[in-house]
């Protein structure tokens, strides 16, 4: 007669009272590793405990930081460059870079924080960088200027030098601002359950709204005239000390909000669960202390089995990440390919509007002209366009804000389709509206429709990611494709994530050309109107769905 594990469905005694001399103990390793020994079924994929609504308010902090900066980079970094006196020519140069590189690296980074062995857990060491290397690059590019004057006396090589730092600053901020949402994202669906991803990501995007409408108004202000702009010396002074101190709060909460379990951890527990066979009847006789002890001496013989030990455990992961990192994302199942096609759509139509919506309220919806002398009306009446445009831009974070909130309550009546579906719709009506009746009124009404799909590319795709990982997760545990070799979650949200600088390539290089071809900036938004209802139709019948196969 034999027994095995799921003879004894009571609670396993723990680790450090019997003895085991190769692997330390705490109380917190112990409750995770033994949590699922101690339900019905010892070996399924232990869900994680519900998180408070507090704690998941918390972890969304750094989208709002993440946006606020976000904002202020649009209000001022335009002005910023034209003050330095960069050439036309490297304009493109510096939007290019950024997503370039975000596009090649994004898998790559993705996959590293998915098997990073750092104490503090896998994805905030690379957040914590990430964050860093933001605020130095709004650091550069807001503040360039004033620390070259300081320590070059040579007005030429003052010029040049101004022109370097504050075109890295910019490309340093996009490139950490763009990476950081990925391991964002990884870093909510390994410490939540199902449902805790679903609030979570709902709370990203209401956060995400709130921190670019703050951003907003306070980009609108005009500080050069306040107490403190004449004390710290410039606006874009003052707007970095507001930028970095909202930041620097928001990306402590963040990291402060639910602790990781770290690799090694985790391979612990998968190392206590390796040892499933069955034992003879005698050996259950091997008691100390009245606890039964000879599953756990078992680890300690692991390798003198032939099995892998901690060590050796995480480092095959590693070299298997970096071999088949490549193979892995070219390999990705079809209904991965088709969502990370929907969400370039999707990024392509709302980049292409957002880029250039100041200008386009500026030139059509108020007949001026960027291009005539400074002091002239029509160039007073393009700025006055894009002040109201910015207003617009305003009005499209506050409606992303609370149609984030309106989605918790659609949800269990449309599904996610419906969402999805409804947000690339809504926004291609409305752009080709504002298209076709270019007027002050109506256009600013319909900005509300920018936070539509604005709220919908922050959540829907990132749910069905989570959606496609717990059904991997179950077909695993029944007995379905083994996951030796998959992808990480790291590099699930890295790849869609990675849409975004590709949609960012796209509009930087092809609507250029398109507004010279056609002699009007008109053609931006009925293009960015024909790629949304393009992709409305591609969300409806080529995206998989998980909620319909289970019906």
């Known amino acids: 007669m034999t027994l095995t594990r799921q003879d004894f469905v009571g609670p396993l005694p723990r680790p450090c009272e019997l003895g085991i001399a190769s692997m330390e103990c705490s109380n917190g390793k112990e409750e995770t590793m033994l949590e699922s020994l101690a339900a019905g079924e010892p070996f399924r994929p232990v869900e994680p405990p519900k998180k408070a609504t507090g704690r998941l308010v918390m972890h969304s902090m750094a989208m709002f930081g993440r946006e606020f900066c976000y904002a202020v980079e649009a209000a001022f970094v335009t002005p910023v460059l034209l003050s330095v006196g960069l050439p036309k020519s490297l304009y493109s140069l510096v939007w290019l870079i950024s997503p370039i590189l975000g596009f090649v690296l994004q898998p790559v980074v993705g996959s590293a924080s998915d098997h990073c062995n750092s104490a503090w857990g896998k994805r905030r060491p690379y957040i914590l960088v990430l964050g860093i290397m933001m605020l130095v690059g709004m650091a550069l590019y807001l503040n360039g200027e004033t620390v070259v004057s300081a320590l070059v006396a040579d007005r030429g090589t003052q010029r040049t030098w101004a022109i370097v730092i504050t075109m890295l600053g910019v490309v340093l901020f996009d490139f950490a601002a763009d990476f950081i949402d990925g391991p964002i994202k990884a870093y909510l669906f390994d410490v939540c359950s199902h449902q805790d991803k679903e609030k979570g990501l709902h709370y990203h995007a209401l956060l995400t709204g709130l921190g670019g409408a703050l951003g907003y108004l306070t980009g609108a202000i005009d500080w050069g005239h306040t107490v403190l702009g004449k004390y710290l010396g410039s606006e874009f002074q003052v707007m970095f000390f507001y930028a970095a101190l909202v930041f620097l709060i928001c990306l402590t909460v ?294 319909e196969n289970n019906k």
Not at 314 to 335: R, W
Not at 345 to 361: E, K, Q, V
Not at 484 to 500: F, I, N, P, S, Y
Request: glycine share 10%.
């Open 254 to 547: 963040h990291l402060c909000s639910i602790p990781e379990t770290s690799l090694a951890d985790k391979v612990e527990s998968e190392a206590l669960l390796k040892t499933a066979e069955p034992y003879p009847y005698g050996s259950i006789g091997k008691v100390k202390n009245g606890y039964f002890n000879s599953g756990y001496n078992e680890i300690r013989v692991l390798s003198r089995q032939g099995k892998p030990t901690l060590k050796e455990d995480i480092q095959v992961q590693k070299q298997m990440t970096i071999k088949s990192l490549l193979k892995a994302l070219l390999s990705m199942p079809s209904h991965y390919r088709c969502l990370c096609v929907s969400h370039l759509m999707g990024w392509t139509a709302f980049l292409s509007n957002m880029l250039f919506f100041t200008d386009f309220m500026g030139q059509i919806v108020f007949n001026g002209d960027p291009y005539a002398p400074h002091n002239s009306t029509a160039y007073l009446t393009y700025e006055r366009g894009v002040e109201v445009g910015c207003w617009g831009m305003c009005i499209n974070a506050i409606s992303s804000s609370l149609y984030s909130y309106l989605q918790k309550a659609l949800l269990p009546y449309i599904g996610l389709k419906g969402l999805y579906f409804i947000g690339y719709l809504l926004f291609g009506l409305g752009t080709g509206f504002i298209g076709l009746f270019p007027k002050v009124y109506s256009t600013l009404a319909l900005c509300s429709l920018f936070g539509v799909m604005s709220s919908t590319l922050y959540t829907v795709p990132f749910n069905l990611i989570a959606d496609y990982h717990k059904e991997e997760e179950e077909e695993g545990q029944t007995g379905g494709q083994a996951g030796e070799h998959k992808r990480g979650k790291g590099v699930d949200c890295a790849a869609l994530t990675c849409m975004v600088q590709l949609a960012q390539i796209i509009v930087g290089v092809g609507l250029g050309f398109l507004v010279s071809a056609a002699g009007s900036v008109v053609v931006v938004v009925i293009s960015a109107s024909a790629i949304a209802l393009l992709g409305c139709c591609f969300v409806a019948f080529f995206v998989r769905y998980v909620e």
